[in-house]
């Protein structure tokens, strides 16, 4: 049984309908390692060399950073540890599987690749329930695996809850059907895309959509140049634009760095954060940190093995509870 380490305190802050949480779940992993049944579609993966034990506590180590610096500024942090069997070496990463909604409302995803199925545990909605959460439906979309379409949550979705807006860059992940599928059972305006990064002298499909853009309360953060159809990037800008975000164009290269990768948050306060990888910050340009500032307080942390071998950043390791 997983145990909770650390028991979130109850706010009236972030309700629902509010693009930021300020309770996290988050998956202590007790065996990450390099997946090579999703290697074959993220190539922000790099295969490790250290041995298995060792790459586990450099891991387990820069998990235990990120908690205790959310923690430490009035972020509730929910931690679920991992179980040995089955082998899971994502678990780190659990908005793919499973997101939660206003109304007490949950979502689990149908998942690319077949050992990332065995993370969806319904002890772990139990616990988060247990801890006084609300959750009154749990909508399962995973029956689309056995159609080999797959939707993979925050990652394949990058929301504006406030605007009810997703957005969506199409892929062997991020499948259309199951995408508008979600969008009607949700009440969700879909905008859809395709994203690409250079891998070698190829444009390949960009694996998750929340690698290229985010979404935060008055701003957004994406890599214009990973779309290649103006039209799309046009229909993209406009509905960001319209509903009310400024828009923070990043590189190909801080996209790489993981500078789509992240999450704004709010502490037990209502004081916002935008929690973002060291890797990722040391990637930005001096007048885009300052605009980012200028919105919220960062939170700046280095997980550079969960990276390198995950091919995840630090929004792919928080799943946000409303």
């Known amino acids: 049984m997983s ?60 998990f235990n950073i990120m908690v205790e610096m959310l923690s430490a500024n009035g972020v509730n942090v929910l931690v679920v540890k991992d179980t040995e069997q089955p082998h899971t070496p994502d678990s780190i990463f659990p908005n793919n599987w499973i997101s939660f909604h206003e109304g007490g409302q949950a979502v689990l995803y149908p998942m690319f690749a077949p050992n990332r199925r065995n993370e969806r545990r319904r002890d772990i909605i139990e616990l988060i329930e247990a801890q006084g959460n609300v959750i009154n439906n749990v909508d399962d979309f995973t029956f689309w695996e056995e159609q ?29 059907s199951v995408f508008l599928q979600f969008c009607s059972v949700f009440g969700y305006k879909p905008v859809y895309f395709s994203a690409f990064q250079l891998v070698g002298e190829k444009l390949l499909p960009i694996y998750h959509t929340n690698v290229m853009m985010s979404v935060a ?11 290649e159809d103006d039209i799309e990037l046009e229909i993209l800008f406009e509905s960001l634009e319209k509903s009310g975000k400024e828009v923070i164009p990043i590189s190909r290269h801080q996209m790489h760095c993981f500078a789509g990768n992240m999450l704004q948050v709010q502490n037990n306060k209502g004081e916002l954060f935008l929690v973002m990888s060291q890797t990722a910050y040391d990637s930005l340009q001096e007048h885009q940190i300052e605009l980012l500032k200028s919105y919220n307080d960062l939170i700046i942390i280095p997980i550079p093995t969960i990276e390198r071998i995950g091919g995840g950043s630090v929004r792919c390791m928080m799943a946000e509870i409303f």
């Open 217 to 227: 309360d008055k701003y957004a953060m994406v890599c214009i140049n990973s779309l």
């Open 148 to 176: 080999n379409l797959f939707l993979e949550g925050t990652g394949s979705m990058v929301l504006d809850r406030e605007n009810k807006i997703a957005y969506a860059a199409l892929s062997e992940r991020t499948d259309k």
């Open 3 to 62: 145990t909770l380490n650390l028991t979130p305190q109850k706010s009236p802050l972030g309700g629902w309908g509010s693009q930021t949480s300020h309770t996290i779940l988050m998956i202590e992993p007790v065996a990450f390692g390099f997946n090579a049944e999703t290697a074959v579609n993220n190539y922000f993966q790099q295969k490790e060399t250290d041995k298995a034990n060792d790459i586990q506590q450099l891991v387990l180590s820069e």
